[in-house]
């Protein structure tokens, strides 16, 4: 009974820290009070149960406001849409309508598909535009002002979307976000936090210090924001249907906030670059982890690919015997990743453009391989760790939302604006922000990106190129029949998390919400370091991989906000998992 007592206290204790501010390193945490499995599946909440439908994203609202659609007689396809309007509103650091993402979609008749509406590249963008005369990178230019910004795709992909596989027209899934923005909401206190984290930020540009901040202060949690100009886009999308924003009213606006910048040149980003953006339909991904299916997503996501690679190498271990958590399976955990990212920064980039080794990234056979560079009892340096050649074997702020309907349709979508408010640049008139997705390119090929990732040549920059991005929304089989679904935000960290909450499940029997709560580890490959979640791994464990001669840092509060839906065993009841990390949550009926 001590040992379980102290275990909740260890997750009281973890579930508060990656809920709370930022704050100084902490002691390390006794070994009395440090977590079992047991114990964890315990303590952690409840999944949220729904006979007929779910929807989990990070925001009560907008997951009312896709239970309301699914109420209302709406496919999962109708409701996601709902759900990706409404977040432009509720969660405008990541939520939006000026950045992209991508969806997959499994139908209950069993057809599965996925949409890419990632940003492109616009007319004027080229290999050396982010460089200066000697050949380097200019400081911020692919993250801040308006050379930042990539095409949007949000609206492209989701009006897509709803037109190929949904029930119900634009204006009945738009209405709910006009009338949230028009009217306004009360702030929620993830959104306070992520103002106040943002301040010094969004004051910088007018538009966006006028809007998202109230007499120059973040707004505080309860008082109610309302965003006049976010509702006249809508109602002009409803009006005129979403082309107003490629075609319409909307294009001019973002246009002529690109040529403000511009101050009389060419503007960056102009009506033709928009007129000409186009969502595309892909194949999904597949393979198969311990005899369950699994549907991803495909390049210009890495995360499908990385996250295949590193199921492939894992799936040899028993990674049951040795435990959640424990020093051997966090060991083979984290070789797996760094061969997978070594890989990423090398290969992976927009298949329209450049050969993408795809078949052999993804082969078992090239799994075999990689297997036999791994060492059970020492950890492999960076360094000495090279992508691999798979050809022989061919034959921050992000946010992600999981909704299931009554008859087994179910979405799974994962969109940005790529940094946190993305450039943080508001266009006049509209209301909404504009993305950073070019830095998502390799600004410099060969030096690492905002997050630290290394980025070689395949994903170089170019005109209608789509960035590489680690997104990975995932759909699992049991016996050919939705078992679950799931993504996170969170840059390069969502291919680990999302890796981690499938293992979670299928190796050690976890439900979706156990499987969410569960502390996440992360290797990158460069910088040659394991990141964890503060008490996330046992003393003895940090200090038996130590000895095998890992790198730790516990400097991340938190990673990930997965967002998932588990149908249950034998009653085909909607599980709905949301994380804790940023008060996600769940709503079903």
């Known amino acids: 009974m001590r040992k379980l007592t102290s275990s909740f206290l260890s997750l009281s204790l973890f579930v508060a820290l990656i809920a709370a501010p930022s704050s100084p390193a902490f002691a390390p945490v006794p070994a009395a009070l440090m977590p079992t499995a047991r114990a964890y599946r315990a303590a952690s909440r409840p999944p949220v149960r729904g006979r007929y439908g779910m929807v989990s994203s990070v925001s009560e609202i907008a997951s009312q406001t896709g239970a309301e659609v699914l109420k209302r007689g709406g496919n999962a396809i109708d409701a996601a849409v709902a759900v990706g309007l409404a977040l432009s509103v509720v969660w405008p650091s990541a939520g939006n309508l000026g950045g992209g993402g991508f969806m997959v979609i499994r139908l209950a008749n069993g057809k599965a598909t996925?949409?890419?509406?990632?940003?492109?590249?616009?007319?004027?963008?080229?290999?050396?535009?982010?460089?200066?005369?000697?050949?380097?990178?200019?400081?911020?230019?692919?993250?801040?002002?308006?050379?930042?910004?990539?095409?949007?795709?949000?609206?492209?992909?989701?009006?897509?979307?709803?037109?190929?596989?949904?029930?119900?027209?634009?204006?009945?899934?738009?209405?709910?976000?006009?009338?949230?923005?028009?009217?306004?909401?009360?702030?929620?206190?993830?959104?306070?936090r992520s103002l106040k984290g943002a301040e010094r930020q969004l004051s910088r540009y007018p538009e966006t210090k006028r809007i998202f901040l109230r007499d120059g202060k973040p707004y505080e949690a309860g008082e109610i924001f309302r965003q006049p100009e976010l509702a006249a886009t809508f109602e002009r999308m409803i009006k005129n249907g979403p082309k107003d924003f490629y075609t319409g009213k909307t294009a001019r606006l973002i246009e002529e906030s690109m040529r403000r910048a511009d101050k009389g040149g060419k503007p960056w980003m102009t009506m033709d670059d928009l007129a000409n953006y186009r969502p595309v339909e892909r194949e999904p991904l597949r393979t198969v982890y311990r005899g369950h299916e699994i549907i991803t997503m495909p390049p210009p996501s890495s995360g499908g690919v990385a996250m295949i690679e590193m199921l492939n190498i894992l799936e040899r271990y028993d990674l049951r015997s040795m435990g959640a958590g424990s020093s051997k399976s966090t060991h083979y955990l984290v070789e797996a990743m760094r061969r997978a990212f070594a890989d990423r920064a090398e290969y992976l980039g927009d298949p329209d453009f450049v050969k993408v080794p795809v078949a052999g990234l993804i082969s078992r056979k090239y799994a075999d391989h990689l297997a036999t560079t791994i060492n059970p009892d020492q950890?492999?340096?960076?360094?000495?760790?090279?992508?691999?050649?798979?050809?022989?074997?061919?034959?921050?702020?992000?946010?992600?939302?999981?909704?299931?309907?009554?008859?087994?349709?179910?979405?799974?979508?994962?969109?940005?604006?790529?940094?946190?408010?993305?450039?943080?640049?508001?266009?006049?008139?509209?209301?909404?922000?504009?993305?950073?997705?070019?830095?998502?390119?390799?600004?410099?090929?060969?030096?690492?990106?905002?997050?630290?990732?290394?980025?070689?040549?395949?994903?170089?920059?170019?005109?209608?190129?789509?960035?590489?991005?680690?997104?990975?929304?995932?759909?699992?089989?049991?016996?050919?029949?939705?078992?679950f679904a799931v993504g996170s935000p969170g840059g390069p960290t969502i291919i680990n998390t999302v890796t981690q909450v499938i293992i979670n499940i299928i190796d050690y029997g976890m439900d979706i919400q156990q499987a969410i709560d569960w502390p996440r580890v992360h290797h990158q490959w460069m910088p040659d370091e394991i990141r964890y979640e503060p008490f996330g791994l046992a003393p003895d464990v940090i200090t038996r991989l130590l000895q095998m001669g890992h790198k730790l840092t516990d400097k991340p509060r938190h990673m990930g906000d997965a967002e998932g839906i588990m149908i249950e065993d034998k009653t085909t009841i909607r599980l709905g998992g949301s994380d804790p990390r940023l008060d996600g949550k769940s709503v079903g009926y």
Do not use: C
């Open 114 to 192: 996925t949409i890419d509406y990632r940003e492109m590249g616009p007319a004027l963008a080229h290999r050396n535009v982010y460089l200066d005369k000697n050949g380097e990178y200019i400081n911020e230019s692919s993250t801040y002002g308006h050379m930042a910004s990539g095409v949007p795709g949000t609206v492209a992909g989701l009006s897509y979307a709803l037109e190929k596989y949904g029930t119900l027209k634009w204006a009945d899934v738009a209405e709910p976000s006009r009338k949230l923005a028009a009217d306004g909401f009360p702030v929620w206190h993830q959104l306070e």
């Open 379 to 483: 950890a492999s340096t960076s360094e000495s760790v090279k992508h691999g050649n798979p050809v022989p074997y061919e034959s921050d702020e992000t946010t992600h939302f999981t909704v299931v309907d009554k008859d087994g349709n179910v979405v799974t979508n994962t969109y940005t604006l790529n940094d946190s408010y993305g450039n943080k640049i508001t266009v006049e008139g509209a209301g909404f922000l504009l993305n950073n997705e070019m830095d998502d390119f390799a600004p410099k090929p060969g030096s690492p990106n905002f997050y630290g990732l290394i980025q070689g040549e395949s994903n170089a920059v170019a005109a209608r190129k789509r960035p590489l991005s680690s997104m990975t929304p995932t759909i699992v089989l049991k016996d050919g029949n939705l078992w």
